[in-house]
């Protein structure tokens, strides 16, 4: 719709159609990966890719060189960010606002460490100074509801104002988390 943040939304439209079950085709997955490694989540690009591979979905086209190369990058950084987990997290803790560590357990939440990422998450939003704070709650809300805390996630969605589509997503997994049919 007009006015919706395509480019910075677009990793979240993914995720939430692949949670209600619309699977992403390899240019999607592709470019999902793609857009998970630029933003700095290194393991959920390396996920995708990794799936994408073991399931014959990428490597096979007219992208097969473009899907190896963005794997090799993802694996890449997602085992340097690995190694420097600690220094990354103590730097987080130190800066003066909520971002980095915000940021990180977005990254954690990634690699599976769902609680580990909801307690650097919770830090960054009470350290406040969070750029954008809709994305913030958006993204609080899909790891709540990937650790299995759906509650907490429909408090963190209902919270999520704008009308650059960050509140159009929240409502939507609303809708989703309010579903019979959801897993």
């Known amino acids: 719709r007009e006015g919706f943040a395509?480019?910075?939304?677009?990793?979240d439209v993914y995720r939430l159609r692949n949670a209600v079950g619309?699977?992403?085709?390899p240019g999607e997955t592709g470019d999902w990966a793609f857009r998970a490694n630029q933003a700095g989540l290194p393991a959920e690009a390396q996920k995708l890719l990794d799936d994408g591979f073991a399931s014959g979905l990428l490597g096979k086209d007219e992208n097969?060189?473009?899907?190896?190369?963005?794997?090799?990058?993802?694996?890449?950084?997602?085992?340097?960010?690995?190694?420097?987990?600690?220094?990354?997290?103590?730097?987080?803790?130190?800066?003066?606002?909520?971002?980095?560590?915000?940021?990180?357990?977005l990254s954690l939440s990634g690699t599976g460490a769902h609680?580990?990422?909801?307690?650097?998450?919770?830090?960054?939003?009470?350290?406040?100074?969070?750029?954008?704070?809709?994305?913030?709650?958006?993204?609080?809300?899909?790891?709540?509801?990937?650790a299995g805390k759906v509650d907490d996630a429909r408090r963190?969605?209902?919270?999520?104002?704008?009308?650059?589509?960050?509140?159009?997503?929240a409502r939507l997994w609303l809708v989703y988390l309010a579903s019979p049919v959801r897993k």
């Open 22 to 25: 619309i699977k992403a085709g």
């Open 115 to 146: 609680e580990r990422a909801l307690t650097l998450m919770k830090q960054g939003v009470d350290k406040g100074g969070l750029r954008r704070p809709d994305d913030a709650m958006l993204h609080l809300g899909l790891v709540q509801w990937r």
């Open 6 to 11: 395509d480019d910075r939304l677009r990793i």
């Open 156 to 169: 963190s969605f209902a919270v999520v104002k704008g009308e650059d589509g960050a509140a159009d997503l």
């Open 64 to 105: 097969a060189d473009a899907d190896s190369k963005l794997r090799e990058a993802a694996t890449k950084s997602a085992k340097q960010e690995a190694a420097t987990l600690a220094e990354s997290e103590a730097a987080a803790l130190k800066a003066k606002d909520g971002n980095a560590a915000f940021g990180l357990g």
